[in-house]
Protein backbone atom coordinates (compact mmCIF):
# COMPACT_ATOMS: atom_id res chain seq x y z
CA UNK A 1 0.00 0.00 0.00
CA UNK A 2 1.39 3.37 -0.95
CA UNK A 3 1.14 6.47 1.55
CA UNK A 4 -0.18 9.46 0.36
CA UNK A 5 2.64 12.45 0.54
CA UNK A 6 1.15 15.50 3.05
CA UNK A 7 2.41 18.89 2.86
CA UNK A 8 1.87 21.40 6.10
CA UNK A 9 -0.22 24.52 5.88
CA UNK A 10 3.23 26.14 5.83
CA UNK A 11 4.80 24.31 2.97
CA UNK A 12 7.27 21.94 4.88
CA UNK A 13 6.72 18.29 4.39
CA UNK A 14 4.22 16.50 6.79
CA UNK A 15 3.74 12.78 8.04
CA UNK A 16 2.57 10.61 5.00
CA UNK A 17 -1.77 9.63 5.40
CA UNK A 18 -3.51 6.73 4.49
CA UNK A 19 -5.45 6.24 1.16
CA UNK A 20 -8.85 7.50 1.97
CA UNK A 21 -11.25 4.93 3.23
CA UNK A 22 -8.17 2.88 4.69
CA UNK A 23 -7.83 2.42 8.09
CA UNK A 24 -4.77 1.73 10.01
CA UNK A 25 -5.91 -0.88 13.05
CA UNK A 26 -3.53 -1.03 16.05
CA UNK A 27 -4.43 -3.84 18.32
CA UNK A 28 -3.35 -5.31 21.05
CA UNK A 29 -2.80 -9.23 21.24
CA UNK A 30 -2.82 -9.96 24.34
CA UNK A 31 -6.42 -9.82 26.23
CA UNK A 32 -8.03 -8.72 22.57
CA UNK A 33 -7.38 -10.93 19.97
CA UNK A 34 -6.62 -13.91 22.54
CA UNK A 35 -6.44 -14.83 26.41
CA UNK A 36 -4.65 -12.35 28.33
CA UNK A 37 -1.15 -14.03 28.34
CA UNK A 38 1.41 -12.36 31.27
CA UNK A 39 5.25 -11.83 30.32
CA UNK A 40 6.01 -14.28 33.34
CA UNK A 41 4.66 -17.01 30.71
CA UNK A 42 6.11 -16.49 27.61
CA UNK A 43 5.63 -20.32 26.81
CA UNK A 44 2.20 -19.82 26.48
CA UNK A 45 2.36 -17.15 23.69
CA UNK A 46 3.33 -19.81 21.25
CA UNK A 47 0.00 -21.56 22.04
CA UNK A 48 -2.61 -19.14 22.69
CA UNK A 49 -5.38 -19.46 19.89
CA UNK A 50 -7.23 -16.04 18.74
CA UNK A 51 -10.98 -15.64 19.93
CA UNK A 52 -12.75 -17.07 17.16
CA UNK A 53 -14.88 -13.74 16.95
CA UNK A 54 -11.80 -11.62 16.52
CA UNK A 55 -10.17 -13.65 13.75
CA UNK A 56 -13.52 -13.11 11.87
CA UNK A 57 -13.38 -9.23 12.19
CA UNK A 58 -9.92 -9.09 11.63
CA UNK A 59 -9.82 -11.44 7.98
CA UNK A 60 -13.09 -8.99 7.50
CA UNK A 61 -11.24 -5.35 7.78
CA UNK A 62 -7.85 -7.46 5.94
CA UNK A 63 -9.99 -8.58 2.99
CA UNK A 64 -11.37 -4.74 3.31
CA UNK A 65 -7.86 -3.06 2.08
CA UNK A 66 -7.00 -1.99 5.80
CA UNK A 67 -3.77 -2.55 7.70
CA UNK A 68 -3.68 -4.56 10.59
CA UNK A 69 -1.05 -3.95 13.18
CA UNK A 70 -0.36 -6.08 16.24
CA UNK A 71 1.82 -5.25 19.24
CA UNK A 72 2.20 -6.55 22.02
CA UNK A 73 3.76 -5.78 25.91
CA UNK A 74 7.18 -6.70 26.34
CA UNK A 75 9.28 -6.42 29.51
CA UNK A 76 11.77 -3.38 30.34
CA UNK A 77 14.73 -5.00 30.27
CA UNK A 78 15.06 -5.52 26.05
CA UNK A 79 13.59 -1.90 26.04
CA UNK A 80 16.81 -1.15 28.01
CA UNK A 81 19.14 -3.25 26.20
CA UNK A 82 17.51 -1.47 22.75
CA UNK A 83 18.33 2.16 24.43
CA UNK A 84 21.62 1.46 25.51
CA UNK A 85 22.58 0.21 22.07
CA UNK A 86 21.05 3.21 19.94
CA UNK A 87 23.04 5.21 22.49
CA UNK A 88 26.10 3.71 21.46
CA UNK A 89 25.60 5.13 18.17
CA UNK A 90 25.94 8.43 19.56
CA UNK A 91 23.43 10.95 16.91
CA UNK A 92 22.98 8.35 14.56
CA UNK A 93 19.94 7.36 15.27
CA UNK A 94 16.84 9.22 16.14
CA UNK A 95 14.17 6.70 18.74
CA UNK A 96 10.64 7.04 20.90
CA UNK A 97 10.71 4.76 23.36
CA UNK A 98 7.48 2.52 23.33
CA UNK A 99 5.07 2.58 25.93
CA UNK A 100 4.47 -1.10 25.23
CA UNK A 101 5.17 -3.38 22.04
CA UNK A 102 7.81 -5.62 20.49
CA UNK A 103 9.03 -3.22 17.43
CA UNK A 104 10.13 0.13 17.44
CA UNK A 105 10.71 2.38 14.60
CA UNK A 106 13.84 4.21 14.90
CA UNK A 107 15.32 6.91 12.61
CA UNK A 108 18.98 7.20 11.06
CA UNK A 109 21.17 9.71 9.79
CA UNK A 110 23.13 7.38 7.16
CA UNK A 111 23.34 8.19 3.37
CA UNK A 112 21.58 5.42 2.15
CA UNK A 113 18.25 4.19 1.66
CA UNK A 114 16.48 2.30 4.08
CA UNK A 115 15.54 -1.08 1.92
CA UNK A 116 19.06 -1.11 0.44
CA UNK A 117 20.17 -1.09 3.68
CA UNK A 118 18.22 -3.59 5.08
CA UNK A 119 19.46 -5.58 2.16
CA UNK A 120 23.17 -5.48 3.38
CA UNK A 121 21.81 -6.72 6.90
CA UNK A 122 20.00 -9.51 5.85
CA UNK A 123 22.54 -10.48 3.16
CA UNK A 124 25.50 -9.14 5.20
CA UNK A 125 24.90 -10.00 8.39
CA UNK A 126 22.10 -12.21 9.02
CA UNK A 127 19.95 -9.87 10.13
CA UNK A 128 16.01 -9.32 9.45
CA UNK A 129 15.09 -5.49 9.57
CA UNK A 130 12.02 -3.69 8.29
CA UNK A 131 13.07 -0.99 6.17
CA UNK A 132 10.81 2.47 6.98
CA UNK A 133 10.48 2.98 3.11
CA UNK A 134 7.89 0.33 3.29
CA UNK A 135 5.87 2.02 5.22
CA UNK A 136 6.23 5.51 3.31
CA UNK A 137 9.58 6.43 5.77
CA UNK A 138 12.45 6.11 4.28
CA UNK A 139 15.84 7.00 6.93
CA UNK A 140 13.70 4.41 9.46
CA UNK A 141 14.02 0.88 10.11
CA UNK A 142 11.29 -1.39 12.48
CA UNK A 143 13.10 -3.37 14.69
CA UNK A 144 11.81 -6.20 16.56
CA UNK A 145 12.71 -5.52 20.21
CA UNK A 146 10.70 -8.59 21.88
CA UNK A 147 13.10 -11.14 21.55
CA UNK A 148 15.21 -13.33 24.12
CA UNK A 149 17.63 -9.95 25.25
CA UNK A 150 20.67 -12.04 24.56
CA UNK A 151 19.53 -12.84 20.95
CA UNK A 152 18.45 -8.92 20.45
CA UNK A 153 22.36 -7.78 21.91
CA UNK A 154 23.95 -10.44 19.10
CA UNK A 155 21.61 -9.13 16.80
CA UNK A 156 21.89 -5.08 17.54
CA UNK A 157 25.97 -6.10 17.93
CA UNK A 158 25.57 -7.38 13.84
CA UNK A 159 23.78 -4.32 13.45
CA UNK A 160 27.13 -2.52 14.85
CA UNK A 161 29.44 -4.32 12.31
CA UNK A 162 27.44 -3.32 9.26
CA UNK A 163 26.85 0.94 10.64
CA UNK A 164 30.89 0.57 10.91
CA UNK A 165 31.56 -1.21 7.13
CA UNK A 166 29.54 2.07 5.81
CA UNK A 167 32.05 4.42 8.16
CA UNK A 168 29.74 5.77 10.78
Known sequence: ????????????LASPTLPNGVKNYLIDIDGTVTDDVPNEEPDRMALVQPFPDALEILNKWYDEGHIITFFTSR??????ITETWLDKHDGLFSFVPPKAGGMAF???????????????????????????????MDSYLRFGIGSETNYLSEGLSLVSDSIQSLGY
Open 1 to 12: MKLKSSIADDGT
Open 75 to 80: TEEVRE
Open 106 to 136: VGYQMDINSTEYAHKLRTEQSVLIVPGDHYG
